[in-house]
């Protein structure tokens, strides 16, 4: 290694170019994410629809309900989101019609989150300004490498609150990361700001919860002996910060819903994670390329082995980074795919790694740098061919898109009640969310996040107290379940399948049955004949173009 050179971070060009670097710094990776989440067209995940049901149902003042009339259950587990959702439609931004040939329910959450993004990059930009000499470089660099991932643009751009999380964490990397390089770490606006933050996450996930231990892990961290009363002190003031906020939508859910945990924490059964979950991290760096994750690692350890200015910075960064970590590690492992609950650790990973290589790459003799550079480049290949593929088959095949269920089972299941002169009805789904939307019938969730009683059974795994309830208590008018529902419940093959219930069609491996107590002669024949002629070609149209939209207002 060459001498170190000078860690005085320089504040770059002055007068009316000043602006030109940051901006660039932050747009440009920000136009990469958007021509990255166009590839995915306007598929919305359909998990992603119950919230938005949520938010029409608390915005036309029906309350906090899947579908008006309905009991109040807290069939969503991200109100911060749901409560930019509300005053989107307040605004008349959501929920009402088109911008531009694009419906609303598809632009305005992809907006914000591309917005979110911004926010990202511009806390890369603030974070480089304080650590790097190379600011507008590193922002770059770093914001490049996450508009590149796939994992983090489709779960940002899926409808979800994934955009909103991560804004929230880097803006707690910031905060940490200004605060320390003013020697104002242990003041109290830095310890309210960042139990603030902290709680906008844990309102926005409920994994968002561990980042209430992001500022006191980092005051610890850092702690100098004579600064332990300050220390204890700004700790206190950021756990009342974090707590007034949490603690006050906690008596909310109290008094609206009588529980201290959302319904659909029952329904999922988070279980205590085994020793074998501590290795799920792995998974990711599998993802995203061992050579790149390895070079990264290499570069952070040296750049924390020697004292600078970039190195207290690091170590601030590095604690929600590992609680990223490790709030992947122990949640319960994820059915959809791309690792949607990984989004925070993509920027935070990008932005570490790129701060540590831009200050050790000036710092190597050049052999050393020309090493770096060309293992840089060849990790760079590998993990860009295995990220596209990443990108080309989720591209074909996404998960869960909301106009399908907005197809099945909402509007088939309008179509049949309709055949049969029905003026209501309920139907017992396991995929709810655009149903929520478009249904005139009462949906029921199998699975249990919006309904309460389906949810203890899950919990319990009780499978034959839930076919039970089903079939004894809720007696729905339409049944429809799929592949692994059918499966973990076994429903079909229960024999009151068969004697209470007559089945319409099986189509894509989705079956629809009809309570026969309440046709009439010939009636399952035209519900048949309307499957066949209407139903059917509906939703094969549905499923091969996952990507579209499927009206401009969802009623």
């Not at 000078?6 to 504040?11: A, P």
Request: aromatic share 8%; hydrophobic share 55%.
């Amino acid at each position: 290694m060459t001498h170190a050179v000078d860690d005085d971070i320089s504040d770059g060009p002055s007068g009316r170019a000043a602006w030109l670097g940051p901006f660039a710094a932050v747009t440009v990776p920000t136009g990469l994410t958007g021509l990255h989440a166009i590839a995915y067209g306007r598929w919305i995940v359909d998990d992603a629809a119950i919230t938005f049901a949520y938010a029409r149902s608390v915005a036309t003042g029906a309350g906090p309900v899947l579908q008006a009339g309905v009991e109040a259950v807290e069939g969503y587990s991200n109100p911060a989101w749901l409560a930019v959702l509300v005053v989107g439609r307040w605004l008349g931004l959501f929920d009402h019609g088109a911008w531009f040939g694009v419906p609303d329910w598809v632009a305005f959450p992809k907006v914000v989150a591309l917005a979110c993004v911004a926010g990202v990059f511009a806390g890369f930009y603030v974070i480089a300004r304080a650590l790097s000499a190379r600011p507008v470089l590193v922002t770059l660099v770093a914001g490049t490498v996450t508009a590149l991932v796939p994992s983090f643009v489709i779960w940002c751009f899926s409808g979800m609150e994934n955009p909103l999380l991560a804004v929230t964490v880097v803006g707690v990397g910031v905060v940490l990361v200004r605060a320390e390089t003013v020697g104002r770490l242990l003041a109290t606006p830095t310890a309210v700001g960042c139990g603030l933050l902290a709680a906008v996450a844990a309102l926005t996930r409920p994994d968002g919860l561990v980042y209430a231990g992001a500022y006191p892990i980092a005051v610890l961290v850092l702690l100098r002996q004579e600064a332990f009363a300050r220390a204890i002190t700004a700790a206190a003031v950021n756990v009342v910060a974090f707590a007034v906020p949490v603690g006050a939508y906690l008596a909310y859910r109290l008094a609206t819903f009588g529980a201290y945990l959302p319904n659909t924490a029952l329904a999922k059964s988070q279980a205590v994670p085994a020793p074998a979950d501590l290795a799920r991290p792995g998974e990711l760096v599998a993802y995203l390329g061992w050579l790149t994750v390895l070079l990264a690692a290499v570069c952070v350890g040296a750049a924390l082995a020697r004292p600078s200015r970039l190195r207290r910075g690091l170590i601030l960064l590095l604690v929600p980074l590992g609680l990223a970590l490790a709030a992947f590690a122990v949640l319960t492992e994820d059915w959809m795919e791309q690792y949607r609950f990984a989004t925070p650790v993509w920027p935070l990973g990008a932005l570490v790694g790129t701060l540590a290589a831009a200050h050790l790459l000036p710092r190597l003799a050049v052999r050393g740098r020309i090493t770096l550079t060309l293992v840089a480049v060849l990790s760079a290949v590998l993990s860009a061919a295995v990220l596209a593929e990443q990108a080309r088959v989720f591209r074909a095949d996404p998960t869960v898109p909301l106009c399908v269920v907005v197809q099945h089972p909402g509007r088939d299941f309008n179509v049949y009640a309709d055949t049969l002169g029905l003026p209501g009805g309920t139907v017992l789904a396991p995929d709810i969310g655009g149903a929520a939307l478009t249904s005139r019938l009462q949906v029921v969730d199998l699975v249990g996040l919006a309904d309460p009683r389906m949810a203890r059974y899950w919990r319990a795994k009780d499978m034959p107290g839930l076919r039970d309830h089903v079939f004894g208590t809720v007696r729905p008018t339409f049944i429809t379940s799929h592949g692994n529902w059918s499966i973990r419940t076994g429903l079909p093959d229960d024999p009151r399948m068969a004697a209470d219930y007559a089945e319409i069609t099986t189509l894509n491996a989705k079956t629809a049955w009809v309570r026969r107590e309440i046709l009439r002669p010939g009636q399952l024949e035209a519900l048949q004949r309307a499957a066949a002629e209407v139903v059917d070609p509906a939703e094969n149209q549905a499923r091969v173009a996952p990507r579209r939209s499927c009206g401009d207002v969802l009623k």
